[in-house]
């Protein structure tokens, strides 16, 4: 009887080291997993289309590897969140947060505790911060990095 062809774990992502992560999106394989991973991409794609200020603001900074050689993704999905932006090589989390954030604080909590749980350092600036202070707030990330 043949073997199974295998696949590579959920979501394998070389990082800089050659290690894998876990929650990173998978780059090749087949069923389930991909038809899984489709809607979140999707919901991802519509997010980044709709960019707050802020966001842009932040990714402009952050995108191509500007921001110290580092790369990090937008609107990412891990797990069952869709993060505004991730280094997969530091483990660090940038969440842009606004006015609706308000009322979910309980939620964000959640999230970030989850997060936190599957190794990442989750940094939470208001749009207003990013909009006013975008040095600042790159400093702080730079400092968690």
């Known amino acids: 009887m043949k073997e199974p062809e295998s696949h590579p774990p959920f979501g394998s992502l070389p990082s800089r080291e050659g290690r894998t992560h876990p929650l990173s999106p998978p780059s090749t394989g087949k069923g389930y997993r991909i038809t899984m991973r489709k809607s979140a991409t999707e919901k991802a ?3 980044r289309e709709k ?6 603001l932040l990714w402009k900074h952050l995108r191509a590897k500007r921001f110290d050689g580092l790369k990090f993704r937008r609107q990412e999905p891990i797990g069952n ?5 991730v280094s997969f090589d530091e483990q660090v989390i940038v969440e842009v947060d606004g006015s609706q954030h308000l009322g979910q604080r309980d939620e964000d909590k959640q999230r970030t505790r989850w997060l936190s749980e599957q190794g990442f350092k989750v940094l939470r600036f208001w749009n207003n911060e990013v909009l ?3 040095q600042g707030v790159l400093e702080t990330i730079r400092e968690k990095c």
């Open 132 to 134: 006013n202070n975008v």
């Open 51 to 56: 960019s707050t200020d802020a966001e842009r």
């Open 45 to 47: 794609r519509k997010l």
């Open 81 to 85: 969140y869709i993060v505004d932006f």
